[in-house]
């Protein structure tokens, strides 16, 4: 699991950080189950999508497929991107061979015509980038008019939080680089993050053409608080600090 956070102001490199190949097997067998994933982040962003039946939906990002799949449960006509071979291959043992992958940088220009998609869904991907600039013109170009791009993302109080209960005294504005070392199925690999304030996110989302129409903090699912007690022993409520999810129009 992540490490405590540490500032660095090394700019990552695919070949030094965020190795999901190596992590793939690991990874996979972890978002399947864990609480932060499978107990929050994707039953949030399902939420959010609503009715997808009919719509042609990017996951961008879409690591083994979890998310891919319950979209095209849903009726959502699916297509995955990610920048790791590994995780695709093992989505495209979920999905079969008919699902449609590839391999893309969501840093760099998207091999889709513009306006392919009624729905971009990033699911905790765009703090691994620096310049969201970039990414955000990218997905616009892509989407529809009226189209939406879905977002979920490390909340921006989460690490300035970790921080000061450790007693540091962290700095909350600005773009900062954050590195931590994971272990998953008997491998590991520096993960690269980049750390933003809320205000920074919200101007590069309508610097990019988008506007905002949801901003969430969604709770937890019921179920959650029996299967994992350790995590929810001081967590009276039923929400935490997790992940921040927008929904944005594409006009």
Known sequence: MPTKPEDHVETAHPSRFNDYDRLAEGYAAENETSLLNAYYERPAMLELAGDVAGRRILDAGCGSGPLFFALRDRGAIVTGIDASAGMLELARRRLGPDADLRVADLAGPLPFPDGAFDDVIASLV?????????????????????????????????????????????????????????????????????DRPLHAMTEAFTAAGFRISVISEPPFVPEARELFPEEFREITGTRFLGFLFFVLDAG
């Open 126 to 194: 765009l703090h691994y980038l620096e310049d969201w600039g970039p990414t955000l013109a990218e997905l616009r170009r892509v989407l529809r008019p009226g189209g939406r791009l879905l977002v979920s993302v490390d909340h921006p109080f989460v690490i300035p939080l970790m921080r000061h209960r450790a007693g540091e005294k962290p700095s909350y504005f600005g773009t900062r680089n954050r590195i931590e070392e994971w272990t998953m199925g008997g491998q590991t690999a520096r993960m690269s993050f980049w």
